[in-house]
């Protein structure tokens, strides 16, 4: 008897309003609460199947992602369908009815909050010359491992204050090194100070 032949597993599926209206209804009050700019925006849910801990095991897990659609993707946009850009949610993290609301806005919103406009030099939004508006994706402010969190707490105020130095900073000579040396004197939990990437000693 012939085994069955093994296919390949699908790693995405379109989320339909009809059938998730409230993940969508989710979205929406996200953008008309904090994401004006995304509001002439088409934007799709999809499930991501198999997003687990990276290869290396080390924990790293993907909790939603915004994909931007492609030239070739918005040639199909019709009137009545297509997209800008889909956001993708964790099918596992999300269908175990484990995570609460919170939680899923936190998740939307970190997807939302990477989709930004192409802007040109008088600060307006680029076009294709199809007049299609052109938008790009901005990598998170901060990163942190869960390790460091469970060890020293929620430490969100610090983290924004060392960023204002920063960017005060800015145009100083040599700015990194100088906003190290103000954080120190900051107020910070059993010690903690914030360290920036490849900065460490």
């Known amino acids: 008897m012939n085994k069955p032949k093994r296919r390949k597993k699908v790693q995405c ?5 009809k059938d ?5 209804a989710a979205m ?14 088409s934007i799709a849910l999809a499930w991501r199947y198999g997003w687990a801990a990276d290869r290396h095991g ?10 931007l659609a492609s030239d070739l993707d918005r040639e199909f ?5 297509g997209f800008d850009a889909v956001l993708l949610l964790n099918h596992e993290l999300f269908s175990d009815g484990e995570v609460s609301v919170p939680q899923l806005m936190f998740a939307l919103d970190s997807a939302l909050e990477s989709m930004q406009p192409q802007l040109d030099e008088e600060g307006e939004q680029k076009l294709d010359e199809k007049g299609r508006r052109l938008w790009r994706t901005k990598k998170p402010d901060i990163q942190i491992h869960s390790q460091v969190y469970q060890r020293h707490g929620c430490v969100w105020e610090y983290l924004a204050e060392f960023r204002r130095i920063i960017e005060k900073r800015a145009d100083a000579d040599r700015p990194l090194l100088k906003a190290l040396e103000d954080a120190e004197t900051l107020a910070m939990p059993n010690g903690f100070l914030p360290v920036m990437n490849g900065e460490a000693d």
């Open 28 to 41: 929406d009050d996200l953008v008309g609460d904090h994401h004006d700019h995304l509001k002439a925006a």
């Open 58 to 67: 080390e924990g790293m897990v993907q909790i939603s992602k915004l994909v």
């Open 20 to 24: 998730r209206e409230f993940l969508y």
């Open 77 to 81: 946009r019709t009137k009545s369908s």
């Open 13 to 17: 599926e379109v989320i339909r309003r």
